[in-house]
């Protein structure tokens, strides 16, 4: 018999200048060990974000995405950490965030339909920033906490509901229309 699988988590800590969007944390993500059943999730990334000095600044801590992984479950967030005037003044590490990048990879490994998804790191990313676009439209807290620069960097993030998978046809995937009036 074997043990239960594990929960942890994993945060994308953003920010927002003058330039664009930066992955603080520079190439990857910030993932915990597993949680300790007197501990959960949102205080395990807020623990995350304290360790690497970044909570001061979090204006919104949002889980995006959920996945299996090495036999435990991740659960993701996105951290966004305000804005900046140049990101890399403060954060030396971080990496410049492009909305072409998934054109650039490619499509995620395509599975058949009744096989659970398996995203890389880039999807996983790429899920969060759309997933914090459609917030701005459907989430008035969310709208609230991202200063005029997210909101202008996010519209090039179209949130994509489907297709992401569809390598047959090769079909983009269907995409919300633009609110950007709600902004």
Aim: glycine share 6%; net charge negative.
């Amino acid at each position: 018999m074997s043990d239960r699988a594990g929960v942890r988590v994993e945060v994308w800590p953003v920010t927002a200048d003058a330039v664009g969007l930066w992955l603080i944390s520079g190439a990857d993500a910030w993932r915990s060990g597993p949680i300790t059943q007197d501990s959960d999730p949102h205080t395990t990334v807020e623990t995350l974000l304290a360790d690497h000095s970044a909570s001061a600044g979090v204006t919104l801590l949002h889980s995006t995405s959920w996945r299996a992984e090495d036999g435990d479950v991740i659960l993701t967030y996105v951290a966004v950490v305000g804005c900046s005037d140049l990101a890399r003044e403060q954060w030396p590490d971080a990496a410049p965030i492009n909305p072409a990048l998934p054109d650039a990879v490619g499509k995620p490994i395509p599975v058949e339909a009744t096989e659970a998804p398996i995203p890389r790191y880039i999807d996983v990313l790429m899920h969060g920033l759309r997933h914090l676009r459609f917030l701005l439209h459907t989430d008035s807290a969310a709208r609230s906490a991202l200063c005029d620069r997210w909101k202008a960097h996010l519209q090039a993030f179209v949130p994509a509901l489907a297709g992401m998978y569809d390598h047959e046809r090769g079909q983009a995937p269907i995409t919300l229309p633009d609110t950007s009036l709600l902004s």
